[in-house]
């Protein structure tokens, strides 16, 4: 059906939320999903579009996922299945595959690989997220954020960038004093 039942934020991107119906008639048994899109465009990052289902069968949650790719197809564009765990603030949520964790120490440096990942490397920007920090404390010389009276890490905000394949992320996570530790999973 398609009426928007409400708005919220990941990260730094605000999102709208459809319910769609999945019934053929009235007479099936009810069963729905929420899809959930990005709600601004543009060409020079990713777009997002998540099915989330607990009412339904997979067979027709599916059905509507085969319809819009079809959809994508007709109109030149490419759908790529992108893990839910790369929009999560903990880059180390997957117990079998631990990410590659590369700290550099100069602003410059770190600008200069930020450019060449987005345009020499075939990446592209999958936007800002909020990121844990917590576990990379013990790389030397970073600084991160505190909350003052519980010394608890604040999650600070990581710009993404996510291979045209889909198989690659890296997510760029900068401290106080301007270094970044490059953090790059599946």
Not at 31 to 40: F, R
Not at 65 to 73: F, G, N, S
Request: charge should be positive; glycine fraction near 4%.
């Amino acid at each position: 059906k398609g009426p928007t039942i409400g708005t919220s934020r990941l990260g730094k991107n605000t999102v709208k939320r459809f319910v769609v119906d999945l019934r053929k008639s009235k007479r099936d048994n009810y069963a729905w999903m929420e899809m959930v899109l990005d709600s601004s465009f543009s060409t020079n990052r990713t777009f997002k579009i998540n099915f989330q289902w607990l009412v339904a069968s997979a067979s027709k949650v599916e059905a509507q996922v085969q319809l819009l790719q079809r959809r994508c197809t007709q109109y030149g564009l490419k759908l790529v299945n992108i893990p839910h765990a790369s929009i999560s603030a903990d880059v180390f949520v997957n117990p079998f595959f631990a990410p590659i964790v590369i700290p550099v120490r100069d602003k410059h440096i770190s600008i200069s690989l930020e450019s060449t990942i987005s345009n020499a490397l075939d990446f592209v920007s999958d936007g800002e997220i909020f990121t844990d920090p917590s576990h990379l404390q013990h790389i030397d010389g970073f600084v991160f954020p505190v909350v003052p009276r519980f010394f608890l890490v604040k999650k600070v905000l990581a710009r993404q960038f996510v291979h045209r394949s889909g198989v690659i992320f890296v997510r760029l996570i900068t401290d106080e004093k301007g270094w970044t530790i490059f953090v790059i999973f599946q």
